[in-house]
């Protein structure tokens, strides 16, 4: 099979990237092309024809890529055309009728990479994540792992454990052999070092799904403060509805945003009081349960509203910035607010001190939460593997005796299947091909 796909982006551009990969490509190439064949590897300007009419659909680069040093592995070609959906549209359909090849399905260049082992499957979730950048801290994060980070460290663990279910299987199919007749005190050590590494790994305060996602800020306080106001001033645009009219927001507003080179999803809730109106009183519950899962709460007030302790419970003060709003309507109610707390006063009418607010969140956010830049985990599904290979590496050197040698190579297999699922790689027959090489058995 053979695919094609648009490259490059939608829309009017200058340069489209019309790329192929498949056993079908070089018969494309040379139907659309003047012969002969451009040079592999080389940009070669060409007149690119329909093959049935003989048409000049365009004049462009083609890239001639012979597998298997490829993205995919297969025999791959680029088409760099003018980026008008005219010339797109026109190639595309003449792509489409060579017997065998067809549009590709949204990620199959890089699954095609992964199954013909150019890639684990990391490094594709990674290039999926570059592309869905959209701020520096993402940006930098994909680019660690697909530089192998964590591919690296999770393969080491992987390769050790292999080596120390060498051993413990060597004991149980090969008795006769010179093998200890024990679980060393080296394996112990080893294993329990590989444990102890995952379970800082796994302590992480899950920084990398948060950058991948984005932290969650809720903007929360009494109605009329001016929440809306500043979602609106932050976004750049009017994404909330500004009113004098108190519970004009009643339900969560969500945005995601690049705050400073962080990736933050903000929500605008409803003003929280006191409320007899049942809508109104679902919207402070939905307020009070986002500011409760929000990674950071912005509890803003003004002048005229000061009292918040009554609302919110220890779970929302302790990842909270309280902000007054509004200052420029005067400074009087601020006499007896309490000190201690060291509120940032801003305006946002008055376009006063925000950028100062938004230092603030920049820098709680890094403080908390990216505490190293040598994340490992990016995806919950790093994690559920990683935290299932803690337990069974917990299980493992529960083990004693010599009657649970079975039980304890089990765990381990189950350790390294986990290992292994994380980056994509699952065999077996590493394990037999480790006993052997390591101990001359069947020589």
């Known amino acids: 099979m053979t695919i094609y796909a648009l490259s490059s982006g939608p829309g009017i551009s200058g340069i489209a990237v019309i790329r192929v990969s498949g056993e079908k490509s070089k018969k ?64 595309q359909n003449v792509l489409s009728k060579f017997d065998g090849c067809r549009l590709a399905e949204p990620g199959e260049f890089t699954k095609l990479a992964f199954q013909n082992n150019k890639i684990n499957l990391l490094k594709a979730e990674s290039i999926g994540d570059l592309i869905a950048a959209e701020t520096e801290l993402q940006r930098k994060q994909a680019l660690r792992i697909m530089s192998g980070q964590s591919s690296e460290k999770f393969n080491f663990w992987r390769e050790e454990l292999i080596k120390i279910l060498a051993d413990i299987e060597a004991k149980i199919d090969f008795p006769e052999e ?74 969560v507003i969500e945005i995601h945003l690049d705050l400073a080179g962080i990736p933050v999803i903000i929500s605008d809730t409803a003003g929280i009081r006191d409320s007899s109106n049942e809508i109104e009183k679902r919207g402070v519950k939905l307020a009070i349960s986002r500011a409760e899962d929000a990674d950071l709460n912005v509890i803003l007030l003004d002048p005229k509203n000061l009292d918040f302790k009554g609302f919110f419970n220890d779970k929302i003060a302790d990842k909270s910035i309280i902000v007054i ?30 950028d100062k ?56 297999r189950l350790t390294i299947r986990h290992l292994g699922t994380i980056v994509g790689r699952v065999d077996v027959e590493e394990i037999l091909g480790s006993i052997f090489e390591n101990f001359c058995i069947g020589k």
């Open 28 to 91: 494309i190439l040379s139907s659309l092309t003047e012969k002969p064949l451009p040079k592999k590897r080389i940009a070669t300007l060409k007149k690119i024809k329909n093959n049935i009419n003989n048409e000049i659909i365009d004049e462009g680069i083609v890239i001639w890529f012979p597998g298997p040093n490829t993205y995919t592995g297969e025999d791959m070609v680029e088409f760099h055309v003018h980026g008008s959906k005219a010339v797109i549209d026109d190639l």
């Open 178 to 251: 010179e093998i200890p007749a024990d679980i060393s005190e080296e394996i112990k050590s080893k294993s329990t070092k590989i444990k102890n590494e995952i379970k800082k790994t796994l302590d992480d305060d899950k920084t990398g799904e948060i950058i991948r996602e984005g932290f969650k800020i809720a903007i929360i306080g009494p109605p009329n403060v001016g929440k809306s106001s500043l979602l609106n001033y932050l976004s750049k645009r009017e994404a909330a509805i500004v009113s004098e009219k108190a519970g004009t927001t009643r339900d």
């Open 325 to 354: 709003n509004k200052s420029d309507l005067g400074k009087e109610g601020l006499i007896n607010f309490d000190k201690k707390i060291n509120p940032i006063i801003i305006s946002i009418k008055d376009d006063k001190n925000v």
């Open 357 to 412: 607010l938004i230092e603030v969140i920049k820098l709680k956010l890094k403080n908390q939460f990216i505490k190293t830049e040598n994340v490992l985990i990016t995806r919950s599904r790093h994690r559920q593997h990683l935290s299932e290979c803690y337990k069974n590496l917990n299980s493992f050197l529960d083990k004693k005796n010599n009657e649970e040698y079975d039980k304890a190579a089990e765990d381990l």
